[in-house]
């Protein structure tokens, strides 16, 4: 069973940054595809940044590209969510996903079997 955690999430000024962490037990991260969504009240869970498996491609949600970059620390079992620029629309509580398989439609929340509890980000203005 892959267990995902995430930490890294608080209360940041607009234009300032936080980095998100999931930590990932059960499974070596290197072999999951792994995914970053949010989800702010009243609103529908969003794609936000995507690695995937072994080639480690990347790719993010139109609303985040230029600002969000995505890593993995393989010997610390850990994919890092990088949040530069933050806007007040960034506001919401964000997910880590993960899937043993190699991911094709990285944007659909149904590809993931295993996510984390989720971390609270809110910027103010």
């Known amino acids: 069973q892959v267990q995902l955690v995430e930490s890294g999430g608080g209360l940041v000024q607009v234009g300032g940054s936080l980095r998100l962490s999931c930590a990932a037990s059960?499974?070596?991260?290197?072999?999951?595809?792994v995914g970053w969504f949010r989800q702010a009240p009243g609103k529908e869970r969003e794609f936000v940044a995507f690695?995937?498996?072994?080639?480690?491609?990347?790719e993010f949600g139109d609303s985040v590209k230029g600002r969000f970059t995505i890593s993995k620390d393989n010997a610390k079992n850990t994919v890092y969510l990088q949040m530069n620029s933050l806007k007040p629309e960034d506001t919401a509580v964000y997910y880590c996903?993960?899937?043993?398989?190699?991911?094709?439609?990285?944007?659909?929340?149904?590809?993931?079997?295993?996510w984390g509890q989720g971390t609270q980000v809110t910027v103010s203005s």
């Open positions: 690695i995937n498996k072994n080639d480690g491609n990347t």
């Open positions: 059960g499974q070596t991260i290197g072999n999951l595809a």
């Open positions: 996903a993960a899937d043993r398989a190699w991911i094709a439609n990285y944007y659909a929340v149904y590809n993931y079997d295993y």
